[in-house]
């Protein structure tokens, strides 16, 4: 009965690669978004989706994009894996407040 | 747009302590203000929520925050630390009328001392 759940909960692969996170709510929610955490924890939205629709788009490159399927899917998909993409990524859903993810570790080597 | 700060990126406190987490928000129109806890490993959890009305709010595990206008503050408290606290403390704030943008503060590590 998790609310949001990501896969995996770790990633490592090398430079160069390509890679996608997965993202599923259950609550219902219109709105579903990606935060990347950096090594300082810092938190930073990435991309929001409503209704399968982007509503917000951060400065981030290219490499990085997200794929919405579903109203309760928000899969992020990233290309040409550089090392600075090492971080923690979260995925939330929100019909008000924000529901977070556990997270997604994804190592670049 | 919004920006949050807070002060402190390591907060020690001993067990049975108060427990005192700046933020200090900076918003162009009224602010939505939340607290949000992060557990080693773990996804964020909402403490609790500032939108309207009341101005002391409270939250789960006995945490309440006061949001002072004048202050430009929302600082989180906690009257005595249990050594489950220890954790990782993020002040976030939003445009009033929607929580979908959500700008973080840096974060604030708090270690509870037996």
């Known amino acids: 009965d998790t609310a949001v759940s990501q896969t995996p909960k770790y990633l490592v692969t090398q430079m160069g690669n390509d890679k996608s996170i997965k993202c599923e709510q259950n609550l219902g929610h219109d709105t579903m978004y990606w935060y990347k955490q950096d090594s300082k924890k810092f938190l930073k939205i990435m991309f929001s989706?409503?209704?399968?629709?982007?509503?917000i788009n951060e400065t981030v490159p290219n490499r990085f994009s997200p794929k919405s399927p579903d109203k309760a899917h928000l899969n992020l998909h990233i290309n040409s894996l550089e090392l600075g993409d090492s971080a923690v990524y979260f995925c939330a859903s929100s019909q008000g407040e924000q529901f977070f993810g556990p997270g997604t570790r994804l190592t670049v080597l | 747009a919004q920006s949050v700060t807070q002060l402190g990126s390591h907060v020690s406190v001993s067990e049975g302590a108060l427990v005192l987490l700046r933020c200090n928000y900076s918003?162009?129109?009224?602010?939505?203000l939340f607290w949000y806890v992060q557990y080693p490993n773990q996804g964020l959890q909402l403490l609790l929520k500032?939108?309207?009305?009341?101005?002391l709010v409270k939250g789960i595990n006995g945490f309440e925050a006061e949001f002072k206008k004048s202050e430009t503050s929302f600082h989180l408290t906690k009257p005595s630390a249990h050594m489950s606290d220890a954790a990782e403390y993020f002040c976030?704030?939003?445009?009033?009328?929607?929580?979908?943008?959500?700008?973080f503060g840096s974060g604030t590590q708090l270690t509870v001392l037996p």
């Open positions: 976030a704030v939003s445009r009033s009328g929607s929580a979908r943008q959500l700008t």
């Open positions: 918003s162009s129109v009224p602010p939505y």
């Open positions: 500032y939108t309207t009305g009341a101005t």
């Open positions: 989706y409503n209704n399968k629709e982007l509503i």
